[in-house]
């Protein structure tokens, strides 16, 4: 869990050699929230849901396409990364 929020705090912007880092992390912390209460409780401890609210923030449109061919996002993600933090904001409130 400790790493997940570092992930967040090391990839504050969205970054073009990993660009689903980000999505990728909230979408494991969005599992573990609904998992266990316990997580919760850790999250809320480490303030992961203030880098959460950033990462929706900060969302960029690189963040939008699940592949990419020589820099050109080619397949979307069915809903925005600020679709994914607004799911999350509940389970850790």
């Known amino acids: 869990?400790?790493?997940?929020?570092?992930i967040l705090a090391v990839y504050k912007s969205p970054?073009?050699?990993?660009?689903g880092i980000r999505r990728g992390?909230?979408?494991?912390?969005?599992?573990m929230l609904r998992s266990s209460r316990?997580?919760?409780e850790f999250f809320l401890e480490r303030r992961v849901d203030r880098?959460?609210?950033e990462v929706a923030e900060t969302e960029e449109r690189l963040e939008m396409f699940k592949t990419f061919c020589c820099g050109i996002g080619l397949a979307?993600?069915?809903?925005?990364v600020?679709?994914?933090v607004a799911s999350a904001l509940p389970s850790i409130a």
């Open 51 to 53: 880098a959460v609210k």
């Open 38 to 40: 316990r997580c919760v």
């Open 82 to 84: 600020s679709y994914l």
């Open 15 to 19: 970054d073009t050699e990993y660009p």
């Open 1 to 6: 869990m400790h790493k997940l929020s570092r």
């Open 76 to 80: 979307k993600h069915g809903e925005p």
């Open 25 to 31: 992390t909230v979408e494991l912390i969005i599992w």
